[in-house]
């Protein structure tokens, strides 16, 4: 430690906010460079590199292939796929000298699909499972928690490419069993939810998630059916349409003053006497939407007024268009839009597009806006006085809701995206026309699956899991080292049988990191324990009588043992 590039701070950094991000920076793994971009010195980077042994040690033994795609890109693939377009801002897109257009790698689908068309010919090659480790760029809106959410990080992407759909399903599996193996070698708690295909297109779509509460995605499961998914995968159970004979007709009611869920139930409970719910109501949200290289137009979404918009559901259900809440300027220049008291029948006459919760199917009859100020139309029944573009998935997923598989509620807990299995099926392979010869001498597409893992996202999940107050804690496999050794004790004799110790240990293949500094017992300790190697061994105070510390990082027990068994203790404590 002496010569280690390594300072530690007393602090927190200024602009963290999650445990892991605090004490990366803390304990001297990872420096920021640029919001969301951070180096890597030497304790953090083989950290990084455990990470990646273990991720390369499983794909390799699903019969992957590692080979490595530039990060620099030209536009033409991803015009071919029309990503140059849809990634939209998220893109780095960048010129030459000669004025050509580039882009750094968000994703290599398209390379990976034209560097299989560029070998291979022949029904015999397939199937066949590429993959790299490599350094992603995506211009996140909001990269966050240090490396968690980068705009430079490091992905494991591999791709498999198969002739029929049972091979595809094979490929899928064995990466999903894959990844099992990986997050349990790192020791990750994690959950496997369903999910949105989102920008990558294709169907079948599985996502890793850590358990954290500073995680972004929320998740539901059902306990009763183990059903599982990403919020933005939720589709909601539908109620029975309702016949509408015998629903009394629509009436339009002076409501003044209720621009709110909240007044409107108030006015309405006086004006039918009765008690009234929130989820009586429909309220109609405007946003505005823009296709991947087309103009903003309006949307209309129409959800029981008991229920929020989930921003995530919302763009999951809309991408890759972009959504923007309506400004002033907008409602100027729609008149027939009333704030406050927006109904569907100003949108459908308008041309707006409409969309609604699926729970509003037809024959319920609801409370809603009468497109006039102080006004709200009463009884207005779906599929009766108003058709519906069409249903969307926008609304909030609460706890208690029915699991869609209608086996029980659901209840939600946060997690951090750590892998995402995909079956894209034939769009990159049709995007550019990649046949190979068939066994019956006719061509045939190959289908492909894509696959990735947050190499660099993990060591945030990690040190998030596994922290505690005093620092970090690393599992073996992926410790920056196997022991730390600590010299705490100024006797020459002390510090040549510590040294010593190292030698050996080294001999014995465990890499050791000797605090031979010269600093208190004190600040070592606390060094000790906010680098977080899993064994930390004190030649101290006991070395006189014999004997050495062994403290176990994670279980905080200390043990005296004598200096001559010392070696096969801290090998037999390390190999575990
Ligand atoms: P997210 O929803 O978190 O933005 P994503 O769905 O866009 O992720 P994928 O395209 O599925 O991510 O990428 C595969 C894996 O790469 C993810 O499961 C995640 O672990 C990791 N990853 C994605 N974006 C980032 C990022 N900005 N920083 C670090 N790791 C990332
Ligand atoms: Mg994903």
Redesign the pocket.
């Known amino acids: 430690m002496s010569h280690l590039f390594l300072r530690t701070l007393r602090d927190d950094p200024a602009d963290a906010e999650v445990a892991s991000h605090k004490l990366l920076v803390r304990a001297g793994y990872v420096r920021r460079i640029a919001p969301g971009v951070y180096s890597w010195l030497p304790l953090g980077l083989k950290v990084l590199r455990q990470v990646e042994r273990v991720v390369r040690e499983e794909m390799n033994g699903i019969g992957a292939q590692e080979i490595s795609l530039p990060a620099l890109l030209p536009r033409d693939p991803y015009e071919t796929t029309n990503r140059w377009t849809e990634y939209g801002p998220g893109l780095f897109r960048l010129q030459d000298r000669k004025g050509g257009d580039y882009l750094l790698g968000p994703?290599h689908e398209e390379m990976f699909a034209l560097t299989v068309k560029g070998e291979y010919n022949s029904y015999k090659d397939f199937p066949v499972t590429l993959y790299q480790i490599q350094t992603k760029y995506?211009d996140?809106e909001r990269p966050r928690a240090g490396?968690?959410?980068?705009?430079e990080?490091v992905?494991k992407d591999s791709y498999s490419f198969d002739l029929t759909d049972e091979g595809l399903t094979q490929s899928y599996q064995a990466h999903r069993d894959a990844y099992e193996r990986i997050f349990a070698r790192l020791g990750v708690k994690y959950v496997i939810v369903s999910a949105t295909s989102?920008a990558m297109g294709g169907s079948a779509s599985e996502?890793f998630l850590a358990e954290s509460d500073a995680g972004?995605?929320t998740y539901v499961r059902c306990l009763e059916s183990g059903y599982a998914a990403n919020v933005e995968a939720v589709e909601t159970l539908a109620p029975q349409a309702i016949p509408f004979d015998g629903l009394p007709g629509a009436v339009v009611h002076d409501t003044p003053d209720t621009p709110t869920i909240e007044s409107l139930v108030t006015a309405a409970a006086q004006i039918l006497g009765r008690e009234v719910t929130a989820a009586e109501t429909l309220k109609n949200i405007l946003v505005k939407v823009r296709q991947p290289g087309g103009d903003w137009e309006l949307l209309g979404i129409g959800i029981p007024g008991d229920r929020e918009v989930d921003d995530k559901r919302l763009e999951a259900s809309l991408e890759p268009a972009e959504v923007e809440l309506l400004g002033d300027a907008d409602f100027t220049a729609n008149p027939f839009l009333v704030k406050g008291y927006i109904g569907p029948k100003a949108l459908l006459d308008n041309g707006v597009r409409y969309l609604v919760d699926p729970r509003v199917v037809d024959g319920t009859s609801w409370i809603t806006g009468a497109d006039e100020s102080g006004k709200h139309v009463f009884g207005l029944v779906a599929g009766r006085d108003f058709t519906p573009d069409g249903t969307i998935e926008a609304a909030e997923v609460r706890d208690g809701d029915p699991s869609p598989d209608g086996a029980g509620a659901l209840v939600s807990a946060r997690g951090i995206?750590?892998?995402?299995v995909f079956q894209l099926g034939r769009k990159y392979t049709d995007a550019f026309a990649v046949d190979v010869l068939g066994e019956n001498g006719k061509p045939v597409r190959p289908t492909m699956g894509s696959y990735?893992?947050?190499v660099?996202?993990l060591v945030a999940v990690i040190a998030e899991q596994q922290h505690d107050d005093k620092g970090l804690r690393w599992p073996a496999e992926v410790a920056p080292f196997g022991v730390h050794l600590v010299i705490a004790n100024k006797d020459d004799a002390a510090r040549e049988g510590a040294e010593g110790l190292a030698a050996d240990l080294d001999k014995a293949g465990v890499e050791v990191l000797l605090d031979d500094r010269k600093a208190s017992p004190g600040v070592k300790f606390k060094d000790s324990e906010l680098l977080g190697v899993p064994l930390v061994v004190v030649v101290g105070r006991g070395w006189a009588e014999g004997n050495v510390e062994l403290r176990d990082r994670f279980t905080g027990e200390s043990r005296e043992v004598p200096v001559a068994s010392a070696l096969d203790e801290i090998l037999a404590a390390v190999r575990g």
């Open positions: 994703t995506r996140e490396i968690l959410r980068g705009r990080f992905m989102g996502e972004e995605d995206e750590i892998g995402h990735g893992v947050g660099s996202r």
